[in-house]
């Protein structure tokens, strides 16, 4: 008998590919990966996962001649990826969307197999709405969502997380016991916007004894201009579930990921979502948070250096307030969210045969 099999798509961003991990580590059966050339997954993958790569891109230009290229290299990559399924006899296809999820959705459907899609915004992205009617089903990590699909099966399931963030992590880094730590993240690819206000007005926060640990990503050229003993900055740091649990307020872009890491970790947030996403999908997922009482909202085009300092001094000051949103923030979250899935896509592959 062949052993189950699933080819899961995903690309680019944190945003997409940790998802898909979570998902990944929870599943039993035989699992083999789709990316594209020089993104993370080139790096966090294939350690794993057996990983495959097709050159695929989105439409982002305007109508021209890169449009048909474009165009061209989406009919050879959904080519490819059915080729790879009849050959690696594939049961299914599991996607976090984004532009890969498209050869990827369109292969499956045109074989008769089950493709399964995890939309993780708010608002779904374009890929999602335009092939949500080939999908076997639509996992939401947004219940709101719902709406966007009125013929496609959809079932909310919340954001995977890794496992780690589910249980009690230890952090090594020197921060002492019983000071308020406040944690600066701008998602995967950084926050440039984000970095200069920060350091602008660290000093206060660290002046009341707080301590700030700046993940700044790694496209920083300003990263140690400013040093302070209390004043931890790293491009990145691997042990993210030990230091949200550990933080007293984050202050954050709004992707879906990084929303469902607070939940789960019960971190209060200022979150500043990043103006220029599509559709300005971290804005609406942002709202969700602050209607729950999680979050602040603090737009950028609007935010300087001063009210950035006097929202976090306010917050540091009320620790009532922050007990409230770590509290609120817990109910958004669903730990079990990885497993749901996981059933639905077992069901989904087990009915495929």
């Known amino acids: 008998m062949q052993p189950v099999k699933l080819l899961v798509a995903a690309s680019g961003t944190g945003g997409h590919l940790f998802p898909a991990i979570a998902v990944a580590q929870e599943l039993s059966c035989q699992i083999e990966w789709l990316g594209v050339p020089e993104r993370l997954e080139n790096r966090l993958v294939p350690t794993d996962y057996p990983l495959h790569i097709i050159n695929v891109e989105g439409f982002q230009t305007k109508p021209g001649l890169k449009t048909l290229l474009i165009l061209w290299r989406l009919v050879k990559a959904t080519w490819e990826t059915r080729r790879l399924l009849q050959r690696g006899q594939f049961q299914g296809v599991f996607t976090t969307g984004g532009y890969i999820a498209a050869p ?4 499956a459907r045109s074989l008769g197999r089950p493709a399964i899609l ?3 915004n708010a608002i779904p992205g374009k890929v999602t709405r335009l092939l949500s009617p080939w999908c076997s089903l639509v996992g939401l990590g947004f219940a709101e969502t719902a709406r966007y699909f009125p013929n496609t ?12 963030f589910t249980q009690p992590q230890p952090l090594d880094l020197p921060i002492p016991t019983g000071v308020p730590l406040i944690v600066v993240v701008g998602g995967s690819q950084g926050a440039l916007a984000i970095n200069r206000l920060v350091r602008q007005v660290a000093s206060r926060w660290l002046g009341l004894g707080a301590w700030v640990v700046h993940l700044t990503g790694d ?6 201009s400013f040093s302070h003993p209390q004043y931890l900055a790293l491009p990145f740091y691997d042990n993210m579930a030990g230091l949200l649990q550990r933080a007293d307020l984050a202050i954050s872009r709004a992707g879906a990921g990084t929303l469902a890491e607070l939940a789960v970790t019960g971190t209060p947030a200022l979150l500043i979502p990043y103006p220029y996403a599509a559709e300005d999908h971290q804005t609406h997922n942002a709202a969700v948070f602050v209607a729950a009482g999680a979050a602040k909202l603090l737009r950028q085009q609007d935010l300087t250096a001063e009210g950035l300092e006097s929202e976090v001094l306010q917050l540091l000051e009320s620790p009532d307030s922050l007990h409230m949103m770590r509290q609120r923030a817990i109910s958004l979250g669903i730990p079990d969210s990885s497993q749901k899935l996981v059933k639905l896509i077992n069901q989904l592959i087990g009915s495929n045969g």
């Open 104 to 107: 990827a959705i369109i292969a």
């Open 118 to 120: 995890h939309e993780a």
């Open 153 to 164: 099966k959809t079932d909310y399931v919340g954001m995977p997380v890794r496992a780690e």
């Open 219 to 224: 496209s920083d050229p300003e990263a140690n």
